[in-house]
């Protein structure tokens, strides 16, 4: 808005004052005397008010301006140079109220939640900014200037405008008020009174000046150099005009107000406790430093003249000689090879060597450098005990895990998770975080004291244990004795937290840090090798902890509503029975179960999944899928007992690391962290056999797993494939294909997805191949045999009729007993099987057989008395009997004659003819059922044999 539009809307009294505003402003733009600040002619006693220096927040910290504005400004300038010592969520520098209502009528502060600085004033729609937080223990110079006629602001850091606009915009210029109250270091929230502790200064303030005019940009450049110490027209800097609270004002000369702490010698500390070598060069590194190692004498010297310049002849006694020359260890070491010095981290040769007379001289017994008298270097044993001075190129460069994130947040809560060396508190180095808490020794109790600024009552202490460098200070993995504030526990409940350098604060990287404080790369966190000095990192090493509120007997919901997805994969080893009889098979197999937990979060997974096996305890605490084995012969399902494994798949990325942990863990989501839980079982399976072609029979027998009682819509069963075989299946067979009877082929596994069950069904579909070869030689080869011999009879003596019927008969009750145990082996069925052909075939034609033997005999004649067969034809022979004239007849077979089977056969008996031809009949006859026979039986029973069985057809059906 313009200043005429302004007039138009102000009072008599509001145009006044603009008037007077804008005629000096005026004379200032336009070539006239430009208006000059009051300079203060002594520059070397500058007040400076000290505000929370000891970190702990205060509502009665303040300093008060002895006056108030007597004139309502339009235009003005605030400066104040200032330290910040430690953070609140709020830092006022100042506030200027008018009454209890209007407590913001101008004030300056710096907002932790946004990290920057803002000047404002009442009635304006914006502020002036500078998004920076400034580094602690440093000085820097503010100034605001605002030109009402113009509405324009600037902002000053340092000198340099960083920031100019309109200030009040749309809305309409409104000038400061007269008669108000101005504090430094808190916030009004009534006219002088209701502050807030967390929302004051900690730090130095001074040079704090108000004029009712926007200065030139050159004397706000010289001010903040410390050229000039400008006094303010309406509120100046003179230790007069302010009265303190909770609050020291000291003077200082005007150049010691331009710079900081925070230079080289910022980076140095001097521990006055004495320990051997060793300690010191791992201690100071493991708090992200090292030990001094100087690289010339030129350089030692500089290290030394920054030793001496801190040294405090209280804290560090025990570190100055009598003479008043420090003691310290030198840093470099020949431990490594005698006679060359280098640094212990780098291994780098020192070209310093600046040693005492006749030094070095210890040999191999004394490898390590200690300052004496004049600063000479003396080699030492390096188990003696001296102080050491330690360089930290980074300030903050502590952190401590452990806390819970409700008492680290960045305005409500109350402990710092970054933290840094600064200064002594009862003689003992004081770790200090940005402004909620601190660690310090209290020699009374000989206990570390982790505590709030803003509440003494949350604390958690640890005994400094003195038999043990490393156990002593508060650095490294530790348990802690809380007394309140910390994860909701109390009443000096231990609870293990870890001050470690090993997390950049600038990349969020971390490593692990072992008990002692030392850093080992995360990859080598429980690697099955001790990586840190103590062989921390190999302890706690369960990939799993689970939740306080994990219900085990409620099932994973998904992220997405889908159902849980729950994969089978079985490995089959053997069958070590195969039971036609009983309908059945033994199958000895490995169950693999593969789900995801989102529930869950796994720690610190390795690449090789059997290194993320889960213990025996941890799995009996999960939710597992259980499934039953319907076609089992008995009531069977799935397990967790001490033969079970579960194994974790590290497939996701690790989360960004959560320092809420005391122990670092690389953190990955259970979503993406699948479960592998595998065991073995020994159970045995139903199977509907079809023996129809037994023993050429081909059985396809199931393994069917089933859901116990989660519905289909919330958990669904699925085939788990090996990973990267796109052709395998979710089921396998590694034991030996050939058994005793049957030949193993393939298995497949199938999901039921059809199935009209409520829940989840998965089945493994496997090939038993009879071995017929078996059954050929114990059945088949032994039922030709006794065919042969009962075939045979029809070469015996036609006559013979006895022999011929007593060995079919023989035979025939051989092929009875091998039905018989054939039975036995198989079950019964309404149908006739292969094996039920043969046997019929077999022991029908024995029968057959003695059918026709029976029937040729009829036709043979016999005699009536003695039974015996009479000769188709007789040739009568005389024969003279010895010694007389005598001639008798005899008669004799006329054996050189042959039956001829398809003519007359003139001169032989009929009956004999008759029974001739059938015997030939038969030997004909059954030799060409024979043949054609086991041709029809063999082609049918072969050919199904060998016929290739595809499971894949059987999924389909």
């Known amino acids: 808005m313009t200043l005429i539009n302004s007039f138009l809307t102000m009072g008599t009294s509001g145009v006044l004052i603009c008037l007077i505003s804008f005629a000096g402003l005026s004379l200032a733009q336009f070539g006239g005397p430009a208006l000059s600040p009051e300079v203060n002619e002594d520059s070397t006693k500058i007040p400076v008010v000290h505000l929370q220096t000891d970190g702990y927040s205060k509502e009665g910290s303040w300093a008060s301006y002895n006056g108030t504005i007597k004139a309502d400004m339009l235009s003005f300038t605030f400066c104040h140079r200032f330290q910040l010592w430690y953070e609140r969520p709020r830092m006022y520098l100042f506030t200027y109220a008018y009454n209890d209502e209007d407590t913001n009528e101008l004030y300056s502060e710096y907002h932790l939640g946004r990290e920057a600085f803002r000047g404002c004033k009442r009635g304006t729609k914006y502020c002036g900014w500078h998004r920076e937080m400034p580094l602690f223990y440093t000085w820097r110079h503010i100034c605001v200037t605002y030109d009402g006629a113009k509405d324009l602001y600037k902002v000053f850091i340092d000198g340099v405008k960083t920031e100019s606009g309109s200030w009040a915009g749309d809305n309409q210029v409104e000038p400061v008020r007269k008669g108000g109250l101005n504090y430094l270091g808190q916030d009004q929230d009534s006219l002088g009174g209701d502050f807030n502790a967390k929302q004051s200064w900690s730090g130095l303030i001074s040079q704090f000046n108000i004029w009712n005019w926007a200065l030139e940009d050159y004397f706000i450049e010289n001010a903040a150099e410390c050229r000039s110490d400008l006094l303010g027209n309406v509120m100046s800097w003179r230790e007069d005009r302010w009265f303190v609270g909770e609050a020291k004002m000291k003077t200082a000369p005007l150049f010691e107000l331009c710079g900081g702490s925070d230079d080289d010698e910022a980076k140095f500390f001097l521990f006055p406790m004495q320990f051997d070598y060793f300690f010191y060069t791992a201690w100071c590194k493991n708090q992200g430093g090292g030990i001094v190692v100087p690289t010339s004498d030129e350089n030692f010297h500089e290290v030394m003249d920054i030793a001496e310049g801190i040294v405090d002849r209280d804290i560090h006694e025990r570190c100055v000689h009598a003479s008043g020359s420090l003691i310290l260890w030198g840093g470099m070491t020949d431990q490594w090879e005698e006679g060359n010095w280098v640094n212990p981290y780098t291994k780098e040769t020192s070209t310093a060597a600046f040693w005492e007379a006749g030094s070095p001289n210890g040999g191999p017994a004394e490898n390590c450098v200690r300052t004496y008298l004049d600063r000479r270097w003396k080699d030492v044993d390096c188990g003696e005990k001296n102080c050491a001075l330690c360089h930290f190129e980074n300030r903050m460069n502590l952190t401590f895990r452990g806390l819970c994130g409700s008492e680290t947040k960045k305005m409500e809560g109350f402990f710092d998770t970054e933290y840094f060396l600064q200064g002594f508190v009862n003689l003992k180095p004081h770790w200090r975080g940005t402004g909620k808490s601190h660690v310090y020794f209290r020699p009374r109790r000989k206990t570390w004291r982790l505590e709030s600024f803003y509440d003494l009552d949350k604390y958690a202490e640890f005994f400094a244990e003195d038999s043990n460098p490393y156990d002593y200070w508060p650095t490294g993995r530790s348990t802690w004795n809380v007394n309140e504030g910390i994860c909701q526990m109390s009443g000096k409940e231990p609870h293990k937290m870890t001050l470690t350098d090993c997390i950049d604060n600038l990349t969020g990287d971390n490593d692990f840090t072992c008990h002692d404080g030392t850093c080992v790369p995360m990859i080598q966190r429980c690697d099955l090798v001790d990586n840190c000095p103590d062989g921390s990192d190999e302890e706690d090493c369960d990939i799993l902890v689970v939740p306080g509120d994990y219900r085990q007997e409620l099932f994973p919901i998904t992220l997405s509503g889908d159902p849980l997805a729950v994969n089978l994969n079985v490995t089959i080893l053997a069958f070590p029975e195969i039971n036609t009889l009983e309908l059945s098979f033994v199958a000895d197999f490995i169950l693999l179960m593969r789900w995801a937990d989102p529930r869950l979060e796994f720690l610190n997974l390795r690449d090789q999944d059997d290194l993320n096996t889960l213990g025996k305890k941890v799995q009996r605490k999960l939710w597992v899928p259980t499934l039953n084995f319907p076609n089992a012969r008995q009531a069977e399902g799935t397990l967790v007992d001490s033969g079970t494994q579960t194994r974790v798949l590290k497939r996701g990325i690790a989360k960004p690391d959560n320092i809420k942990l005391a122990v670092e863990a690389d953190i990955y ?67 030996n294909r050939a058994l005793v009877e049957y030949i193993i082929g393939d298995s497949l596994m199938d999901a039921l997805d059809n199935d009209t069950d409520d829940t989840g069904k998965v089945r493994v579909m496997t090939v038993f191949k009879r071995k017929w070869t078996y059954h050929f030689w114990t059945i088949f080869m032994q039922s030709i045999v006794l065919l042969i011999v009962a075939y045979m009879t029809f070469y015996f003596k036609i006559s013979n009729f006895q022999d011929r019927i007593m060995i079919a008969i023989t035979t025939m009750m051989v092929v009875a007993t091998i039905q018989s145990s054939i039975n036995k082996m198989v079950p019964k069925t309404a149908y006739y099987k292969m094996i039920d052909y043969w046997l019929f075939y077999t022991f029908n034609t024995i029968i057959i057989i003695m059918i026709v033997h029976t029937f040729m005999d009829t036709f043979i004649p016999r005699d009536r008395k003695t039974g015996l067969a009479i000769n188709p034809r007789l040739k009568r022979k005389k024969k003279k009997e010895e010694g007389t004239d005598t001639e008798t007849e005899e008669q004799t077979e006329a054996n050189h004659d042959k039956i001829d089977l398809f003519g007359d056969n003139p001169g032989w008996e009929l009956g004999w003819v008759k029974a001739y031809r059938v015997n030939a009949a038969g030997q004909i006859g059954n030799l060409a059922i024979f043949f054609l026979f086991n041709i029809v039986f063999w082609s049918i029973a072969l050919s199904h044999f060998y016929q290739e069985v595809d499971l894949l057809l059987f999924t389909a059906g």
């Open 669 to 735: 989501r259970g979503v993406d962290s699948p479960m592998v839980m595998t065991r073995e079982y020994f159970i045995e399976f139903n199977c509907d056999y079809d023996l129809l072609m037994y023993p050429f029979d081909t059985q396809i027998c199931e393994m069917v797993f089933q859901v116990n009682g989660i519905p289909k819509s919330y958990l669904k069963l699925g085939v788990q494939t090996p990973l990267g075989c796109a052709t395998c299946d979710g089921a396998s067979y590694t034991g």
